[in-house]
């Protein structure tokens, strides 16, 4: 903007009168612009990133509060925070010395995720050759989104529904971004089905007291009939 300088000299003594000069002169100011601040996603319980996008020659941006710690100095662009545990919102204030007007606004909020959970009912099963088993009804609990994998590297996803037809070992891994997956798993064996068995009979037809021998056949070693 302008402004008009008045100097007025009054005349003691010898001198008399009085003597006046005016001087318009251009007063220029700076205009702050408000920090644009981002900051990525992070897991509970670790520290967040906070980046200045727009730095100015000459201004400090201060934390919280026009009185709080200055941050983002002049040739760094970053500022790390403490550990989070739940979401948190900064205010950053930029002012500068011949600023327009001072202590100008920015805020970012920091989005802090809970660290993935899966818990399984059981780590074992047992099913017979042909049985199907459905895979998420073995978590107890989880926090995070779930999927099975037929492998360890888990890079094969597994069907919903489950029918193996050997020993077998299926792999969950619970994801919440950008916290480090949690896994279980649960190991099926397969036992093949036993024989239909046989019965036949020495006498088809009895008169009381006789008796008839009955004997079992195709059976299968270890089964009790």
């Excluded at 900051?39 to 520290?47: K, L, P, R, V």
């Excluded at 994801?175 to 649960?186: D, R």
Aim: some cysteine; glycine content about 6%.
């Amino acid at each position: 903007g302008k402004a008009t300088i008045t100097a007025t000299a009054t005349g003691t003594g010898d001198y008399c009168g009085v003597a006046t000069i005016k001087k318009e002169v251009t007063v220029t100011c700076v205009t702050v612009n408000a920090p644009n601040v981002t900051a990525s996603d992070i897991c509970s319980g670790s520290t967040a990133t906070l980046t200045l996008n727009n730095r100015q020659d000459g201004v400090t941006y201060k934390l919280n509060s026009t009185s709080g710690i200055e941050i983002f100095g002049s040739s760094n662009d970053t500022y790390t925070t403490l550990a989070l545990n739940e979401n948190t919102t900064y205010k950053i204030y930029a002012s500068h010395a011949n600023a327009c007007t001072n202590n100008i606004e920015g805020s970012v909020t920091v989005t802090v995720n809970a660290k993935p959970t899966i818990t399984l009912t059981q780590e074992t099963e047992t099913i017979c050759k042909g049985e199907s088993i459905t895979l998420a009804s073995y978590i107890k609990s989880n926090t995070g989104t779930v999927t099975w994998y037929t492998d360890q590297a888990m890079t094969q996803t597994a069907a919903a529904k489950v029918s193996p037809t050997t020993n077998a070992v299926y792999y969950a891994k619970a994801v919440n971004s950008p916290c480090v997956a949690a896994t279980a798993q649960l190991a099926v064996t397969v036992n093949d089905k036993p024989a239909v068995p046989t019965l036949s009979a020495d006498k088809t037809s009895l008169v009381s007291p006789d008796k008839a021998t009955l004997t079992a056949g195709n059976t299968t070693n270890g089964l009790t009939y």
